[in-house]
């Protein structure tokens, strides 16, 4: 009696996953988009800060270093 149970609560929990999600395939296409190698120029203007910072650091270091 048992088995038989489970097995109708399995059908039924799997016949309701279907119905929600759906089998797939009813999704958009996926278009495939390739990646560029541009820089774009917020990041340019962040490697220039980036570079900015990391010289005005060593420069600090070496006059903290210097006393």
């Known amino acids: 009696m048992t ?7 399995s059908s039924a929990l799997l016949v309701s996953m279907f119905t929600f999600v759906g089998c797939g395939g009813s999704g958009g296409e996926a278009e495939f988009v390739p990646p560029t190698d541009e820089i774009s120029a917020e990041e340019l203007q962040e490697e220039e800060d980036y570079e900015k ?5 060593q420069e600090r270091m070496q006059s903290e270093g210097s006393r």
Not at 3 to 9: A, K, P, T, V, Y
Not at 53 to 57: A, E, K
């Open 53 to 57: 910072q990391m010289q005005q650091d």
């Open 3 to 9: 088995r038989q149970i489970s097995f109708l609560f």
